[in-house]
């Protein structure tokens, strides 16, 4: 099952981006969902992620009070609001799915199914 991200782009700092993924049909419809970013040169990091009725939540530290994760289970998509952008927050965005406990510490074997990736570009 291939997942579609879109919604990334060239944003100046300070300015906002929402990040989409949408799954085909009802698959995936209530597995948790998370995203992930991956910069030039570094790892692939946990940004956030929620669970399938989205009453649990939980952000990497760089993104609290900056990002929201919320999803819509109708439209079988899970959204990234990304506010006070930061040339630090450039990166390719994955968004995942799958059955895991929504936790601190999320990794990405914790998630089966993965989409291609959306680019953030934040100029300074």
């Known amino acids: 099952v291939q997942l579609q991200a879109c919604g990334g782009g060239l944003v100046q700092a300070g300015g906002s981006l929402r990040l989409f993924c949408a799954a085909p049909?009802?698959?995936?419809?209530?597995?948790?969902k998370g995203w992930f970013r991956q910069a030039p040169g570094k790892e692939r990091e946990f940004v956030a992620a929620?669970?399938?009725?989205?009453?649990?939540?939980v952000y990497a530290d760089s993104v609290k009070g900056r990002f929201t994760i919320s999803r819509d289970n109708a439209k079988n998509t899970v959204f990234l609001q990304m506010n006070s952008l930061k040339p630090e927050d450039t990166a390719v965005y994955y968004c995942?799915?799958?059955?895991?406990?929504?936790?601190?510490?999320?990794?990405?074997?914790?998630?089966?199914?993965w989409g291609h990736g959306t680019l953030v570009t934040v100029s300074s």
């Open positions: 929620i669970n399938w009725n989205g009453d649990n939540i």
């Open positions: 049909g009802r698959t995936l419809s209530l597995n948790e």
């Open positions: 995942a799915a799958g059955r895991t406990r929504i936790r601190v510490g999320l990794r990405d074997s914790d998630f089966n199914y």
